[in-house]
């Protein structure tokens, strides 16, 4: 099984800097440090996503290569501050995704981007971007069971990499390529802030398509409005945050960041909150960044940000962030490394 692009990207660039001057200092252990909880248990939980009742998070383990078996989805019971492992049924039904999946995925499982919304029809569907064994969008209803479990309904699988996924409500999605313009395994000149890939959208009656204009540099996070008119999606490499009108075709807004957003989601209020690594390379006195982090909210309408939180002194508290939620009064923090969430006050 291939690693992902993403993947690539830092396994490439980072040993660069081992023995070459500073090195990123041990994170904190595992606890409270000030405003932040470090709360330890999982591995790589690259995305969130907030189950219907408030209560816990989906939480996809994010490791490729033989140290991925079976980890799957974890849930995280916010109120004990625990992980399990989620329980799978197979049910397959033809109405999810493409009906030529080649059936369920198992443990070769290796999730990477989620996304959580609910059906026409009532049932709640979790798209989960796989590297495992192939590459495609997995398709699980969530169900309410002792206490939440997912059955496995279908898949779409594509000859390119995703990144991350946008469930709407017809059973369609949005997804990016983040290096769909490259060969396989491709990653050099990355940072080279040219476009490497683009944003696609699957329908049951069309199959996937590339949407047009999307094309930017690394197309990483997403998200969509419930109309599926307005996409926002993040270009990763040059610190920005594109929104487009499906509807009429066009890119109608975009604002710069001082970070690398990787994930976005949406608080109550249905603002933005973008998260991302200050850097990928040596960007820090020699050293990658990527313990170093910001989070943004971003105002969709008016596509304007302000730093939500900045880990600037703060300690080294994750490294490789990739994504920030809001639950109620705080922000639970997850990351394409490591073996923790973090949780902090949400300011605003």
């Known amino acids: 099984m291939k690693l992902a692009i993403f993947t690539l990207a830092f ?67 916010i109120s004990a ?12 039904d033809k109405s999810w995704g493409d009906p030529m999946c080649p059936g369920p995925i198992g443990d070769a499982l290796r999730p990477h981007g989620i996304s959580l919304a609910q059906r026409k029809g009532g049932a709640w569907e979790l798209y989960v971007v796989n590297h495992g064994g192939r590459q495609s969008i997995e398709m699980f209803e969530l169900k309410r069971a002792a206490p939440w479990s997912l059955v496995w309904r279908g898949c779409v699988v594509t000859p390119k990499e995703f990144n991350d996924v946008a ?10 390529h983040p290096t769909s313009m490259r060969e396989q395994g491709d990653t050099s000149d990355l940072f080279a802030a040219k476009a490497t890939g683009w944003v696609s959208r699957w329908t049951a009656s069309k199959g996937e398509e590339e949407i047009l204009g999307t094309r930017i540099g690394y197309p990483n996070g ?5 109309d599926g008119r307005y996409i926002y999606v993040n270009a990763w490499i040059q610190k920005e945050v594109h929104k487009y009108d499906l509807k009429t075709g066009k890119e109608v807004g975009m604002v710069k960041l001082d970070f690398m957003p990787d994930n976005v989601t949406w608080t109550d209020k249905h603002q933005i909150l973008a998260a991302g690594v200050k850097g990928a390379r040596g960007d820090c006195a020699g050293a990658p960044c990527i313990q170093g982090f910001g989070i943004a909210l971003i ?32 922000i639970y923090i997850g990351a394409f490394q490591g073996d923790r969430i973090v949780k902090i006050p949400f300011k605003n």
């Open 11 to 77: 396994v490439a660039l980072l040993p660069a800097q081992q023995g070459k001057g500073p090195q990123a200092p041990p994170l904190l252990p595992c606890g409270v440090h000030g405003d932040a909880d470090a709360i330890c248990g999982t591995r790589s939980p690259e995305d969130l996503e907030l189950t219907p009742d408030g209560k816990f998070l989906l939480v996809p383990q994010f490791v490729n290569g033989a140290g991925g078996a079976g980890l799957g989805m974890q849930l995280f019971d």
């Open 81 to 92: 501050k625990t992980f399990s492992k989620m329980t799978v049924e197979n049910a397959p």
């Open 167 to 176: 469930a709407l409500p017809d059973g369609s999605f949005i997804a990016t």
């Open 222 to 226: 997403i998200l969509a409005t419930k």
């Open 299 to 330: 105002d969709p309408a008016k596509m304007t940000a302000k730093t939500e939180y900045d880990s600037q002194g703060k300690g080294p508290l994750i490294g490789g962030v990739s994504v920030a939620l809001q639950v109620g009064p705080s």
